[in-house]
C-alpha cells in the first residue's frame, strides 16, 4: 500500500497538464489586455482624425486673423474682430469612423466596447499672441468588457485626452 502512494509513475504528466492549463489561462489574460490596447489604439487614432476634420473645418475663420496678424479664429466685422469658431459634430463623426450606434460597438452580438463622455472644446488664442495657436481638445470615456474563460468580470475603464492644434504654415 505505501509502494502505490509513494510511487512516482503517472505523476508527471498531471503535473504537466496542470502547468499548461495555467500557462493558457495565463496567456488568455494577457490576449484580453491586448485587445483592450488594439482597441483604445483605434479609437484613438479615429478620434484623432474627427477632431482633426474640426479643426479643418476652421481654417476659413483662421486664416484671414492669420493673414491680418491675428493668430486666432476671429473675423474683422465692423470695425472689430469678432470670434468665430466652428464646433463640428465630433460625436457623429466619430460614430461613422468606427461605427458605433449610440456610443456602443458590437461584435458578434456581444459588446465590444462603450464610448461615453464624449467632450469637445475649441480654445481660442487671445488677439495678437503669436505663442498660443488654436486647440481642439476632446475628452472621452471608454469602456471595454474584460472575459475571461468565456465569462465577463467588469470593465476596463480608460479616459482618453485627445489634444490636436492648428499651425501656421508660413
Request: aromatic share 10%; no cysteine; proline share 2%.
Amino acid at each position: 500500500m505505501i509502494n502505490k502512494i509513494t510511487n512516482a509513475n503517472g505523476g508527471g504528466y498531471i503535473l504537466t497538464a496542470i502547468l499548461v492549463l495555467i500557462f493558457f489561462m495565463m496567456l488568455s489574460v494577457v490576449l484580453e489586455y491586448t485587445k483592450a490596447y488594439i482597441i483604445l489604439n483605434g479609437i484613438h487614432s479615429a478620434t484623432e482624425n474627427a477632431v482633426i476634420e474640426v479643426a479643418t473645418l476652421n481654417w476659413d475663420n483662421i486664416y484671414p486673423s492669420i493673414r491680418e496678424g491675428v493668430t486666432g479664429g476671429y473675423k474683422y466685422e465692423f470695425d472689430m474682430w469678432k470670434e468665430v469658431l466652428n464646433n463640428g459634430d465630433v460625436e457623429n463623426r466619430l460614430s461613422n469612423l468606427l461605427g458605433i450606434n449610440d456610443g456602443v460597438k458590437y461584435s458578434n452580438e456581444q459588446i465590444e466596447y462603450v464610448l461615453s463622455d464624449i467632450n469637445t472644446n475649441i480654445i481660442n488664442t487671445p488677439m495678437q499672441n503669436k505663442e498660443q495657436m488654436l486647440e481642439v481638445r476632446t475628452d472621452i470615456n471608454v469602456k471595454i468588457p474584460f472575459r475571461f474563460l468565456g465569462e465577463n468580470k467588469g470593465d476596463i475603464e480608460v479616459n482618453m485626452n485627445i489634444k490636436t492644434q492648428y499651425h501656421k504654415r508660413f
